[in-house]
């Protein structure tokens, strides 16, 4: 058992209850005083653990981002993590049931933060820092989509040699490597009103303009390109009795490449009403880029895979539909890997949970891989 392992593995009941601490302090992220409370406890993990003062970039929409820097050599590695969740106060409670940790935001993400705390208490306590300077950048707002945080995300970044994210693993353990970039469009349909009894001639019905659109807009799906186009709400209308004058359509978009992301751009902003006399106004576009795998995501993955040999296990890389903040640094052209958190299952899932026996060895994970760059 290498001296990483060792230690980890003998802090695990503190890496445990570190967590359990951190997920406690419940952060949905549309509650802005809810997210800084937990920021305060992050900080005192910071401070506890690594000895480091939080730098925070004060929010007046969402909750404060902060920055951790250990360390002060000349290679650079930049570590992601956010702290809010998708869950509101009070809608999961904590618990340890088989092995697992069931909770708010304890895979996605609170668990990876903790571990990736340890890990690099770990290299610190051992000595084996070296000639590293690791900056942790742990945003508030990433299950929105980043609208605060990305532009401080690449700021940050492109003073970085490479970026790993402490996001969970795959159901099955893998590391991420690829990911799906992200759109959400906006469709406004204006029709006009009219009585649906007396003269409804004299109308132009938005709710049917909508069903076209919705087809059309399904018609998009190209699978076979790892594109995904999804109207997931949709409303209309004011009464029974009139001839809708307006409907509104939201819509999920998914692709895998950057060239198709603009296509899927052009396409829905090019959209024709196909009633004459309605009026269409899209809105949004791509929240995240695609993460496509390359030859950088690539060589960090060769060196994950070295650092889980050296561990005693095996790790693989797989690409996965949803986003994080790691498109972002990924599209800039810097060395990405994802996945470097908690295993477990059921992100944003009533069931959502970390399998605690395999805190120590990912936390170990992500020490050793940083030894390796």
Not at 32 to 59: I, N, R, T, Y
Not at 303 to 332: H, I, P, R
Request: charged share 20%.
């Amino acid at each position: 058992m290498s001296a990483i392992s060792s230690y980890l593995t003998q802090h695990q009941s503190h890496i445990l209850a570190d967590l359990e601490l951190l997920a406690k302090a419940e952060s949905p992220s549309h509650d802005k005083a809810a997210v800084d409370a937990c920021g305060q406890v992050l900080q005192k993990l910071f401070m506890e653990h690594l000895g480091a003062k939080a730098e925070v970039f004060p929010q007046t929409e969402y909750g404060d981002h902060l920055a951790f820097d250990i360390g002060n050599g000349s290679q650079h590695t930049l570590i992601l993590g956010h702290f809010d969740t998708v869950w509101d106060v009070g809608r999961l409670t904590l618990r340890q049931e088989d092995g697992k940790l069931f909770g708010p935001g304890v895979l996605d993400m609170k668990g990876g933060l903790v571990q990736a705390i340890w890990a690099v208490k770990a290299l610190k306590e051992l000595n084996l820092l070296g000639d590293r300077h690791i900056r942790f950048l742990c945003n508030a707002d990433e299950e929105l989509g980043s609208p605060s945080s990305r532009p401080i995300i690449e700021e940050q970044a492109k003073h970085y040699q490479q970026v790993l994210v402490a996001e969970p693993t795959t159901a099955s353990g893998a590391l991420k490597t690829g990911r799906k970039g992200t759109g959400r469009f906006y469709v406004h349909i204006k029709g006009r009103a009219a009585h649906a009894g007396n003269n409804p001639e004299d109308g132009i019905s938005a709710i049917q303009e909508m069903s076209y659109q919705i087809q059309y807009l399904h018609s998009l799906n190209a699978p076979q390109n790892g594109t995904t186009v999804n109207v997931g709400i949709v409303s209309g209308g004011s009464k029974i009795n009139v001839v809708a004058e307006e409907a509104n359509l939201s819509i999920d978009v998914r692709v895998t490449k950057l060239d198709e992301a603009e296509r899927i751009h052009q396409t829905i902003y090019g959209s024709i009403a196909k009633l004459d006399g309605i009026k269409l106004t899209v809105t949004g576009g791509m929240v995240r880029p695609p993460m496509e795998r390359n030859a950088a995501s690539a060589g960090l993955m060769a060196k994950a895979q070295d650092a889980a040999n050296a561990l005693g296990f095996e790790v693989t890389d797989a690409a996965v539909g949803g986003g994080s903040d790691g498109n972002f640094t990924a599209a800039m052209g810097i060395p990405t890997l994802d996945g470097l958190g908690s295993t477990g299952a059921g992100p944003h899932a009533e069931y959502e949970h970390i399998n605690i026996a395999d805190m120590a060895p990912r936390s170990a994970l992500l020490a050793e891989l940083i030894t390796r760059l």
